[in-house]
């Protein structure tokens, strides 16, 4: 995350996001079975229960549900290589001390996607994948979080690359969200006429 510029997030990281550079960053837990032996002459009963991830930080405790690091959305628009990578969905009971920030909501379900951004020549190219908009098969449109989301977009001055989770808040719980269709407005010149497409759409599967 842009420390500098969120400098009061600072249990964030691996809380809400993806997680940038290895893959592994974000540890998955196993499955494991526990057998309960019967009181009485009847076969045992066996359980098995799936221990759920939850990450703690000062913004709240965030439930993973489902977490996929292989995804392989690659678009290349003119001089720019875009990417999505990783999504992963949870649900966030929010602190009190955060409430206002989610307008009063107690929990919230979180959408993060890690997004991979590089202009390739020396000319600046205008590009805010930052400021997606996410559509569910629920019903909700919302745009991307910019106060809680990494700074993957705004001016490319040259050869500059970027890479960071963009966050989505939705209403739904993440078992009810199937597929995701993320809306990104294409890149432009320093005289903001467009390059390639002047919208991309990319549609994204978090069943468990």
Known sequence: MNMKRYGLLLALPLTLLV???EADELKTTTDTEEVVEAETTEEPVVESTEEVEVQESELGSNQIY???????IKETIG???FAIDKVQTSRLTVNEAYSDSFDGQEEVTVVAMNMLVENTIDETVNFYPDQATLVTNTGEQVSADLWFSDDVGGEFLG??????NVLFFVKAMPEELADLKVVIDGPS???YESIGESRYEYTINVEK
């Open 19 to 21: 997680g940038c550079g």
């Open 66 to 72: 489902m977490k996929n690091k292989a995804l392989d």
């Open 79 to 81: 001089s720019i290589n």
């Open 159 to 164: 050869k500059v690359k970027k890479e960071g």
């Open 189 to 191: 010149d320093t005289n």
